[in-house]
Structures are given as structure tokens and as C-alpha cells.
């Protein structure tokens, strides 16, 4: 079951670290950049959700805390 978390909750140096550390399948690229993102948690897991800032895309990232810390 997928659960909507509050994304921009976070600080917006996370926020910001983030969306800039993706990949993106399409254009086949890492750290293009990350557009509307939406966070859920689904099976214990945390993802973020959006759009690649070069082709629209759909990106789909699953967070670490320790990622997210920016570490």
C-alpha cells in the first residue's frame, strides 16, 4: 500500500540533494535533476516520485536516510 509522505518537510539542503542525485532510465544519465517530486512509502520503503528535468520522464528514486542526510 503506497503512503504519501510530505517531501518538502524535509530541509531543503535534503530536498535539494535529493533531486539532484537520480537517474534517470530515459536519457539513460545520473544527476540531470529531479522536477515535482512526490514522496510515498511503500513496503517499508521510501521512494520520491517526478520528472527528469532534461526529457519529463518519469524518475522514480528509493530514499536512504543516509542519503538523504546528504552523506
Known amino acids: 500500500m503506497r503512503v504519501p509522505k510530505d517531501f518538502f518537510a ?3 539542503i535534503k530536498q535539494e540533494f535529493i533531486c539532484e542525485n537520480t537517474w534517470c532510465g530515459n536519457c539513460v544519465e545520473a544527476d540531470i535533476g ?3 517530486p512526490v514522496e510515498y512509502e511503500e513496503d ?3 521512494f520520491v516520485e517526478g ?3 532534461r526529457c519529463r520522464g518519469r ?3 528509493e530514499i536512504k536516510e543516509s542519503q ?3 552523506e
Request: glycine share 12%.
Open 59 to 61: 524518475v522514480v528514486t
Open 10 to 12: 524535509r530541509s531543503w
Open 68 to 70: 538523504a542526510a546528504g
Open 51 to 53: 520528472a527528469c528535468a
Open 34 to 36: 529531479l522536477l515535482n
Open 44 to 46: 517499508g520503503r521510501i
